[in-house]
């Protein structure tokens, strides 16, 4: 009996030996022309098999084409178990296995990241390879010629493959630059809204609603106008029974430096950004006159969004004017909002047990959008019949650029495209603990005109209503037809600091909303013309890809 | 020690005792509520009722700690702080301390003794934002980035006024005979200066040497431009607890608690030292 | 009364010399920056170079020469002389005024609370109550707390929605005016007790005779306080009101963690402003400017404040 169990298992043994040519701690290279990578338990212990192909020519056994080869790669601090910095950690073993070299990942405090990488940069002390960038940091890397053009890398057939074909294009130009490419496909950030469904489909909330406001709640609302009316609707009410105090409608996280000002931006998108299938002068701007410079951040239909957004601050709790990130999601994971719109790290923080009461209670939709805007070559308010989709990228999207002074960009590069390709960034997305969240064409469900399928999401632990509605939402959000422009000229982060602070002041009453605005764009001349208006000009043109 | 005499002492002094107590209690209170948040859930941190006393509020978990703890990060931090500091101290009082005594025992008669404490003391003054960036540039230049080496030197120059400022007062405030004695019986100044007063002064110059450490301990700025990896302080690490996410406050409870505890500790133990040592302008005897 | 001898130059000279030698090229830079409009960029270009062995023959893989990246830098730094320019903006910007207010509210608000609070505290301890070793412990504490991390936690005290504060029904980091106070009463608590345990300290070293000879002399206990223990610690009062004030000019960590400087620029320090526009603008020339714009009005108040208390600082 032994004897047999014994050769049964040898004979497995050599069965297994055989199909692989390698084996190794973290990649086997199997003999049928496919690797396999062997990821830990913060990702479940997957195994990617891929053929060897997709990792490029100069991986496969036996090569070492990095050996003795270390680069640094700084990111925002979150440890190995948090955003962004998370998955480095995670694919460092595999990817010095396969190529003999070494990773220093450097973390850095997620408010300095910036300062560091600069000081880097502008001193020509070149310490580091790659940076895990913002996209609102390009205007300040690129035109400089600090960033290292990937093109040739990409096309060369040696590193793991992906293809910006799989980007909407209005995350794509984000990685680009006037056609040139710099930045490896990562993270695809975009505020969407998510909602208390429970509460909007309640019976004798929706009867109360048509009584009071002479329309059916809409679930999800799909305008703004409809989201304020519903927000009124259940603010100061105790509609949610996970504790016993009054809930909100919306909450917000308008915390000054702190990413507060996106609200305002994706908020706005739709009062402002006039439709067109070009960048022109009217059509599908929103920060300044590609003309001429001239700040636009003031127009009539910026002004209506902030008044509304006040008008919508009223409808959350007084204390979210000095609310950041944590505070806000903290409120509307633990039941006591109806919307909040932001980023992809709610939709995934609302399936950990450990941060949220309202998993499988957790929907997600396109943004609404104004029910009119203001137009620019009218000079006038344009009402619509219908509410159009218009969607944004606010956020970072934070993603690998190579430093210019590195000396091993093909390294570097391959370190970072092995977490690009699609099998891998497919997984990366499914999980919320690590940040990425999903912008990608085979991130989607295959009813949404994607790859994936329900039962992925489910087994990386969301509740299968929730995925449904949070991969349709962004699908929607980056293939909407219009939106938002990005700002990613010289000094965006001085720009986006005077918004914010006027944002702010007028969020918590200091200012009106029109004096708020007119401040910040007088402070943007400034700085503008500090800066060099001809040159910010050029880059401002460059940036949205407005052609005279 | 001198107390004043009071009649119905016993009354007063209970009061006194509670007043004490009371205000102990309000110094102590945000300590405590950061080690509360370090033993709460996420889901906790905001909804804990009352005075958040752990099973009585909430229900406590050591998976923060745990988490945290072990990490390489906190480990190198709390070291490169203990490092950092220590050589900073060492060095200011090094070389601050024969100054002090310069500037209150000798005239200067074309840099006057007043000016020249000025001049130490303007040295904090300057907010460091404008010398962070030629700092780095000289740090660079000598290869120096992400050294301990290099956060001792700039700590030490800037936390050398305290030595100055602080130990001149106590210098003053010694009867200057003592030290005349001594140079009569044929000692030079800088026996006078080693065997008279510095002796006399060694209470001050510990607690002088604890508050300079705690300064240098809290330093964040040129910390975190200085330093990438290796040479990471606590307060770097502090902000490290800030994510893309916001800011994880049951790590941060950690991390708080954790850079409390050394300098604590230290000072715990020269406790006596502070109290008697703090003295700037009337210890007598 | 004080001694002369050349030996006094050996004691000073190390300090002197050594904070010299560190801060005369940082202060040098940062002013030149303050007066010239620097621009700087790296011209970066990269060129492929054969790897070399020790004898200088190039090393071969697969048959070709071996390559690796060199990167050639080459620093371009324009400067144009502006003279006053930054100095003449720092006087018209809204926003350094504003800087301005806040942090000279900021510093009526708190250092005059913790010199007097610092004061009564040590008054009250200075009696023999249980305890008192334990309690002076604790009374170190918060000087020891990293700023950052003590703005953070406060942050989490003054929630609002139901943090242990709240019941006051205080806006305390909503509203603009209260976010103010609630910075200051952070720094009240991290810096009243060092304010304490010096007065302290030099209350004790007060003798027992001279409370006698008062007593004797017919003064009631508001005498004693007002002309005894006043004048005589004033000399201590003097030196930690000028720290105080050097440190609270510096005001940065707590308002970074707690507020962000907002709502609005409502908690804004000046110090902070200055950081933001040097190391997130980078606009450094104006952010020296900025510096030493403080450190000038600092120094001219020092010195007038000095030229009549000749007594304490002779």
Redesign the interface.
């Known amino acids: 009996m032994r004897t047999r169990t014994m050769l049964l298992l040898g004979s497995a043994a050599l069965a297994l030996l055989a199909g692989t040519v390698r084996a190794g701690q973290y990649v086997d290279w199997n003999a049928d022309g496919t690797a396999t990578l062997k990821l830990g338990p913060e990702y479940d212990n997957a195994r990617i098999t891929v053929p060897q192909s997709m990792l490029g020519s100069a991986f496969g056994p036996g090569k070492q084409p990095f050996k003795g080869v270390t680069i640094s790669v700084?990111v925002?601090?979150?440890?190995p178990k948090?955003?962004?910095?998370g998955p480095l950690y995670s694919f460092r073993p595999i990817w010095e296995e396969i190529s003999g070299g070494k990773v220093?990942i450097?973390?850095?405090?997620?408010?300095?990241h910036?300062?560091?990488m600069?000081?880097d940069?502008?001193?020509?002390?070149?310490?580091y390879d790659a940076f895990m960038v913002g996209a609102f940091w390009y205007g300040d890397i690129v035109p400089?010629?600090?960033g290292y053009q990937i093109d040739e890398l990409m096309k060369s057939g040696k590193y793991p493959q992906w293809s910006y074909d799989v980007m909407p294009p209005s995350l794509k130009t984000l990685h680009q630059w006037e056609g040139k490419s710099y930045g490896v496909l990562n993270d695809a950030d975009g505020q969407v809204l998510y909602y208390r469904k429970s509460a909007l489909e309640n019976p004798e909330h929706r009867a109360a609603f048509k009584a009071q406001f002479g329309y059916d709640l809409p679930s999800p609302p799909a305008t703004w106008q409809q989201l304020l009316d519903v927000s009124k609707y259940f603010n100061g009410k105790n509609w949610d029974k996970n504790?016993a105090?009054p809930d909100s409608g919306t909450v917000l996280?308008l915390?000054?430096?702190?990413q507060g000002h996106y609200h305002f931006q994706s908020l706005s998108a739709s009062f402002v950004i006039n439709p067109g299938d070009k960048v022109t002068r009217t059509q599908n701007v929103y920060w300044f006159d590609p003309a001429d410079m001239k700040p636009l951040i003031n127009s009539p239909g910026h002004v209506k969004a902030l008044e509304f957004l006040q008008e919508l601050h009223k409808t959350g709790?007084?204390?979210?004017?000095?609310w950041?990130?944590?505070?806000a999601?903290?409120?509307f994971?633990?039941g006591k909002a109806v919307f909040v719109f932001s980023w992809g790290?709610v939709g995934a923080?609302c399936q950990d047990k450990?941060?949220?009461?309202i998993q499988g209670d957790c929907a997600a939709a396109m943004l609404p959008s104004s029910d009119e805007y203001w137009d620019f070559a009218k000079q006038s308010w344009v009402k619509l019949g219908k509410p159009r989709q218009v969607g944004n990228t606010t956020g970072?999207s934070?993603h690998g650029v190579i430093s210019?002074?590195?000396?091993?960009?093909e390294a570097t590069y391959s370190f970072l495209s092995l977490m690009a390709i699609p099998p891998v960034s497919k997984l990366m997305a499914m999980y919320g603990w690590d940040?990425v969240d999903p912008g990608f064409s085979y991130q989607f469900l295959k009813e949404d005109g994607g790859t994936a399928s329900l039962d992925e999401y489910v087994k990386a632990g969301w509740d299968p209503n929730d995925a449904k509605t949070y991969t349709r939402a962004y699908k929607d959000l980056f293939y909407a037809p219009t939106t938002l422009t990005y700002l990613r000229i010289p000094?965006t982060?001085?720009y986006w600091?005077i918004l914010d602070?006027?944002l702010?002041?007028a969020?918590?009453g200091?200012?009106s909303a029109k004096q708020a605005l007119d401040d910040t764009a007088a402070a943007w001349q400034g700085v503008t013309n500090?800066i060099g208006r001809d040159k910010q000009l050029a880059d401002y043109r460059a940036a949205i890809g407005y052609k005279e | 020690m001198a107390e004043p005499a009071r009649r119905g002492a016993s009354l007063a002094d209970g009061l006194a005792s509670l007043a004490a107590v009371c205000v102990a209690f309000v110094f102590l209170f945000p300590i405590y509520w950061a080690f509360s948040q370090s033993l709460r859930?996420?889901?906790d941190?905001?909804?804990v009722a009352g005075f958040g006393i752990p099973w009585v509020n909430f229900t406590p978990t050591l998976a923060n700690w745990i988490d945290q703890v072990g990490?390489p990060?906190t480990l190198r931090s709390l070291t490169n702080s203990t490092i950092v500091s220590i050589g900073a101290a060492a060095l200011a009082l090094l070389l601050g301390t024969p100054a002090a005594y310069a500037v209150a025992r000798f005239r200067f008669a074309r840099w006057k003794n007043r000016d020249i404490t000025i001049w130490f003391l303007s040295q904090r003054v300057l907010p460091p934002v404008a010398t962070v960036?030629p700092f780095?540039?000289v740090m660079?230049a000598l290869g120096l980035?992400d050294t301990h080496l290099a956060l001792i030197l700039v700590n030490a120059t800037f936390v050398m006024p305290f030595v100055v400022v602080i130990l001149r007062q106590t210098f003053l405030d010694l009867p200057l005979e003592l030290e005349e004695a001594a140079l009569v019986d044929g000692a030079s100044h800088w026996g006078a200066f080693w065997r008279v007063a510095l002796p006399l002064a060694a209470p001050t110059l510990a607690a002088t040497g604890l508050i300079v450490f705690a300064f240098t301990w809290n330093e964040f700025l040129f910390a975190?431009?200085l330093s990438?990896?290796n040479a990471i302080t606590v307060p770097?690490h502090i902000?490290?607890a800030?994510?893309?996410?916001?800011?994880?406050?049951w790590f941060m409870g950690v991390r708080a608690m954790t850079a409390i505890v050394p300098p604590v500790l230290i000072a715990l133990l020269a406790q006596r030292y502070i109290v008697r040592g703090l003295t700037l302008g009337a210890v007598k005897g | 009364m004080r001694w002369t001898g050349r030996i006094r130059f050996l004691f000073l000279a190390p300090a002197v010399l050594w904070v010299l030698a560190f801060t005369i090229f940082p202060l040098g830079y940062s002013l030149y920056l303050a007066f010239f409009k620097v621009e700087?960029?790296?011209?970066?270009k990269?060129v492929q170079q054969p790897v070399l062995d020790e004898q200088g023959r190039p090393v071969l893989e697969d048959g070709q020469p071996k390559m690796?990246?060199?990167?050639l830098?080459e620093?371009v730094t324009t400067a144009t002389f502006i003279g006053l320019d930054n100095f003449r903006r720092l006087l018209a910007d809204p926003q350094v005024r504003d800087a301005v207010r806040v942090t000279l509210v900021f510093l009526l608000l708190a250092v005059p609370s913790e010199l007097l609070l610092g004061f009564l505290l040590a008054l009250l301890f200075n009696r023999q109550i249980m305890g008192r070793g334990v309690l002076r412990a604790v009374m170190i504490l918060p000087i020891f707390a990293t700023p950052l991390a003590v703005g953070y936690v406060f942050f989490t005290i003054f929630?609002?929605?139901?943090g242990p504060l709240a019941w006051t029904g205080i806006?305390w980091?909503?509203?603009?005016t209260w976010?103010l106070v609630s910075v200051a009463l952070v720094d009240i608590w991290q810096w009243t007790p060092f304010c304490f345990l010096v007065i302290l300290a030099a209350l004790q070293g007060v003798p027992d005779d001279l409370y006698e000879a008062a007593r004797i002399d017919g003064a009631s206990n508001w005498d004693l306080l007002t002309k005894v223990l006043v004048p005589l610690l004033t000399p201590t009062f003097v030196i930690v009101l000028l720290i105080r004030l050097a440190e609270a000019l510096k005001l940065f960590d707590i308002p970074f963690a707690m507020?962000?400087?907002?709502?609005?620029?409502?908690t804004?320090p000046y110090s902070m402003l200055a950081f933001?526009t040097g190391?997130?603008?980078?606009?450094l020339g104006y952010a020296s400017a900025m510096a030493y714009g403080l450190l000038a009005v600092v120094m001219v108040v020092i010195t007038v404040f000095f030229r009549r208390m000749r007594e304490s600082y002779g």
């Not at chain 1, 450097?106 to 300095?112: G, K, R």
């Not at chain 1, 940069?121 to 310490?127: I, S, Y």
């Not at chain 1, 709790?317 to 000095?322: E, I, Y």
């Not at chain 3, 980091?173 to 603009?176: E, K, Q």
């Open positions: 700084t925002n601090g979150a440890g948090g955003g962004i910095s220093n450097v973390e850095l405090p997620f408010a300095e910036y300062t560091k600069m000081l940069l502008r001193n020509g002390t070149g310490q400089a010629g600090y504790d105090d996280h915390k000054v430096g702190e709790p007084a204390a979210q004017v000095g950041s990130l944590g505070e999601w903290d409120y994971l633990r790290d923080l450990a941060r949220s009461k970072g934070w210019n002074y590195s000396a091993n960009p940040g000094g982060f001085e600091d602070k006027n702010s002041a969020m918590s200091a200012k500090r | 859930n996420p889901l941190t905001f909804t990490t990060e960036v780095y540039l660079r980035l975190v431009a990438s990896r770097v902000a490290g800030v994510d893309t996410r916001g800011v994880q406050f | 700087q960029k790296v011209e970066i990269r690796r990246n060199v990167v830098r620093n929630y609002e929605v139901g806006p980091l909503s509203n603009p976010a507020t962000g400087g907002g709502p609005g620029t409502a804004q933001r190391l997130r603008f980078f606009d």
